[in-house]
């Protein structure tokens, strides 16, 4: 059983938590996810790391709360444990001094970006982030994200705040005014990250997007994880979760993504039917979108281009 040590609503429906897992905080890296089972009926689901205390003995995650899984994890509190939890799983991200790389991200994908981010500045490269959402509501992080980053750029696709467009559209714009970009890295939802690295390809510039496609046990045993790459069938749970953008059929992906709906749909609408009570109790945290940044009530609130 692991512990959650801290649960932190910080855009709608999407949730930073804390968990009590020492040994899996001590060996994680940039990159790497974990396999996480709320209770015994549980699926498990994998989550990426968005950061990990050794000293503590916990790591983060970030995550939407969308499906029947999300939303036991979700409805959890403080004191409370989840069934399992295994990791660090999937090779870490390749960290080297690239030169100047744009570290990409939308959603839950701007949990796993933060230590990337860090790692990349250790290595000695230029960082620029650029952080998409539909609204200036789903923006969050940005004074975390402005500290360790060399230039953040926030896009909001309503242009409620930041830049109009999205992350596809700045790095087009970058690559087409001639600045030389060595690497771009992406997290985000697939359709995200597929017209991330689309408008990459014709520049030539190595892109990598991180996979987390359906899985069972995230070892490499099952087989369910598998994604076309260059031709190849890959495993996001163990070849994964990062992989060249420009190399993966995308279609594939999609249709494997969206085989079970069906099957999710009916599965959530049976745990809300059984658990209304549980989602009353979280709604006016998580689904409230004035609880703001993840940085406290009492900070002042970051503006849209990340400075507070």
């Given at each position: 059983m692991y512990e959650i040590v801290e649960k932190r609503p910080i855009v709608p429906n999407i949730i930073s938590m804390k968990i009590r897992a020492p040994k899996v905080a001590k060996a994680a890296r940039p990159g790497q996810f974990?396999?996480?089972?709320?209770d015994e009926t549980g699926e498990r689901v994998p989550m990426g790391l968005s950061g990990w205390d050794p000293g503590e003995g916990t790591v983060e995650i970030v995550f939407f709360v969308l499906g029947t899984s999300t939303m036991k994890l979700g409805a959890l509190?403080?004191?409370?444990?989840?069934?399992?939890?295994?990791?660090?799983?999937?090779?870490?991200?390749?960290?080297?001094?690239?030169?100047?790389v744009i570290c990409a991200c939308g959603c839950f994908g701007i949990g796993p970006t933060l230590p990337l981010i860090k790692a990349l500045k250790e290595a000695g490269n230029r960082v620029i982030t650029v952080v998409e959402g539909r609204?200036?509501?789903?923006?969050?992080?940005?004074?975390?994200?402005?500290?360790?980053?060399?230039?953040?750029?926030?896009?909001?696709?309503?242009e409620s705040c930041g830049q109009p467009g999205w992350t596809n559209d700045f790095i087009r714009g970058r690559l087409e005014g001639g600045e030389r970009i060595d690497r771009i890295f992406v997290h985000g939802?697939?359709?995200?990250?597929?017209?991330?690295?689309?408008?990459?390809?014709?520049?030539?510039?190595?892109?990598?997007?991180?996979?987390?496609?359906?899985?069972?046990?995230?070892?490499?045993?099952?087989g369910a994880c598998r994604v076309e790459v260059g031709g190849?069938?890959?495993?996001?749970?163990?070849?994964?979760?990062?992989f060249d953008g420009h190399q993966v059929n995308w279609e594939t992906l999609a249709l494997r993504l969206r085989q079970f709906i069906p099957e999710e749909d009916r599965s959530s609408m049976l745990w809300e039917r059984d658990n209304w009570h549980k989602l009353v109790d979280m709604a006016p945290q998580a689904l409230n979108p004035t609880l703001g940044r993840g940085e406290g009530k009492d900070?002042?609130?970051?503006?849209?281009?990340?400075?507070?």
């Open positions: 974990v396999m996480i089972r709320v509190k403080v004191g409370d444990t989840v069934q399992n939890l295994a990791g660090p799983l999937g090779a870490p991200t390749e960290i080297e001094n690239f030169g100047t609204s200036r509501e789903f923006i969050f992080w940005e004074e975390r994200l402005q500290e360790e980053s060399d230039e953040l750029h926030v896009l909001t696709g309503n939802c697939p359709f995200m990250m597929m017209e991330a690295a689309k408008a990459s390809k014709p520049y030539g510039v190595k892109t990598i997007v991180s996979l987390t496609p359906l899985m069972v046990d995230g070892t490499g045993m099952c190849e069938t890959k495993f996001g749970c163990v070849d994964g979760p990062d900070k002042k609130k970051a503006s849209c281009n990340g400075q507070a």
